[in-house]
């Protein structure tokens, strides 16, 4: 059994428990939170909410309020500072996990060997065996697994010595070992000592483009391996000529450690320079990765309706080659597996973590619902109860219930509550946003590098601002003209603020163009303060002075 064989019979036993657990997911939920309440009855939270008195759900939801992260940054600071122990969780702390939230303090929460696990199976081996079984079904060969991992799995240690991820990148972190037998990116470039002297797009590109082999692209977000084939569009010739003299640019950034080791690995391959250099001039207005990889089978990288816009700019360059949804997961917890290849949706997990769901309509205080009582198309507030410390804690996260898989609902992410755009109670959400650019590009035949909004309170009445940064050069002139486009799709896809545009409570949206490299600068910038750049998420909105002062001082005047 080789490595690709090995991964999908890890899956295959993770689906294994999938299809059992969602014929019964209230069953499984109670006896799930029973086990956390009684295993952590005796920590300084349990004791402070009577973890010992509670005997059922009702109990709990009675006993136990909603939280947020300020109800545990004491806690954690106590743990990761003084070495405190049973604070949240009985359950040992092996590591810890950084949230998504790109500006401000990074949010550090703490992660357990059982959570640490289930996000291990479902998080690498169920991708896997979902491919498998996706090409198994078609009747074609899944072939033995070699592709590049276009991410950075660089942790740091906490002042208690244990190690702080991101949460999409921990499961591989624990597979470095092995991870050379599955990937062309070698380690020093998935762990870089120091990222910010390595131009990490060249050496991903690199050693994936001199790979015949490559059977998958693989990233932590789609996002990311868009900005791989920009780079590739834009630098094509720089590599075909490395690759055929087997040098490496002068002028690419790399440190003399780096550059000196890779030196004694990268050999003359003339032959493999004019394959890809024949491929390159014919140009990228087809589907550049099949060209290139002829055994390119599927992609991978966390997907939903708020990357859409995203995907559709990867088809450009993969084509219709399937992209697996690598789940919905957070450093909360893994909440949601796809059970199928080339779906933006996944089966919620019944054992993974308690999970309750408040309905969007609901009035202040209702009691949230537990999974056996969603209803597909519905849209809810995400309230997670994990077994690494964390109570009815309030993510902010929208899913959308999207269908069943057995008994248990299929979701998808739809936007986060903190990020949606609500200047006179429209509540307008990122998904709707993203839809009314793609309604932009398709009218203007344009292409853009990024997108952002701005709820403007300086008018009377207040008005959405759209910033872009388009592909290629635009007339600034036709701004009116953009902008009436995506006040028609605001109407068309938002009801109420159609209702309000005609009330006169919105005013005419505005559209603003950005400098090239304006969402490039962005991320350097949050990267030379430390963030991880897997968890940069798009900046569909300008909710804070920071942002505000970063874009708009690169409109184009």
Known sequence: MGLSGLGVFLGKVAFGQMKHYTKIPAKTQEKLLKKIIRKNRNTEYGKKYGFSKIKSLEDFQKNVPLSTYSD??????REVKNGEKKLLTANYVVRYCSSSGSVGKPKILPKTAPDLWVMQCLGFSSSVACAYNYFKARGEKFNEQRGPLVMVLTGHPLENGKMCNGAGQVPLSYLKAITPMFSTTPLDVLYPEHEELLDISYLQLRFALEDTRVSYIGSLVVTLLTT??????????????????????PGVKMTDEIRKKFSKKFKPNPKRAAELRREFEKG??????????????????MVGSNLEIYVEKLRRSIGDIPIHNMGYAAAEGFFAVPVELNVSDSALVPYSVFLEFLPLDAPEGATPLTMDKLEVGKEY???VTNRSGLYRYRIEDVVKVTGMYNNTPRVEFVYRLNLGMNIANEKTSTQMLDWCVKQICEKKGVTTEGHSFYSDYSTNPPHYVMLVEPTSPVDVSESKAYADILDESMKACNEKYFKYRRWGMIGDPEVLFLQPGSYNAYREMLFNRGVILNQVKPVTVINTDERKEFFFSRVIK
Do not use: H, S
């Not at 780079?231 to 000529?241: F, S």
């Open 228 to 249: 791989m084939f920009d780079y590739l569009e834009e630098n094509w010739e720089l590599l075909c000529n490395d690759i055929e003299k087997g040098t490496m640019d």
């Open 381 to 383: 507030e995400l309230i």
């Open 284 to 301: 990228f207005d087809t589907p550049i990765a099949p060209r290139i990889w002829p055994r390119l089978q599927w992609a991978y990288g």
């Open 72 to 77: 545990y940054e004491d806690y954690v600071d």
